[in-house]
Nanobody
Framework: QVQLVESGGGLVQAGGSLRLSCTAS??????MAWYRQAPGRQREFLAA???????NVADSVKDRFTISRDNAKSTVSLQLNSLQPEDTAVYYC??????????WGQGTQVTVSS
């Protein structure tokens, strides 16, 4: 059974940092990624990483966010630095299984105060 479980969200002041983690189980995941969705907004792609270590990060956050992956533990992390109030959103982990079916975590809330 496929499961994606996120953790690490919370409340921080502007300029602060958070590290989000996602643990996936139940399949082999070629690509794992992070998205976010703010109230009233569409879900936004942030970053992705493959089993080979190739990464793709959205231009809007490339200077502040870093994605990494631990294949042995089937985890993907997102380091959030220099957070601003506009970064406030629910952050979601995403992964494609060996049948190329997409799976989503439950989301973790990130709130940045000014």
């Amino acid at each position: 059974q496929v499961q994606l479980v996120e953790s690490g969200g919370g409340l921080v002041q502007a300029g602060g940092s958070l590290r989000l983690s996602c643990t996936a189980s139940g399949s082999i995941f070629r690509t794992m990624a992070w998205y976010r969705q703010a109230p009233g907004r569409q879900r936004e792609f942030l970053a992705a990483v493959t089993t080979s270590g190739a990464t793709n990060v959205a231009d809007s956050v490339k200077d502040r966010f870093t994605i990494s992956r631990d294949n042995a533990k089937s985890t993907v992390s997102l380091q959030l630095n220099s957070l601003q109030p506009e970064d406030t959103a629910v952050y979601y982990c995403n992964a494609d299984d060996d049948q190329l079916r997409p799976w989503w975590g439950q989301g973790t809330q990130v709130t940045v105060s000014s």
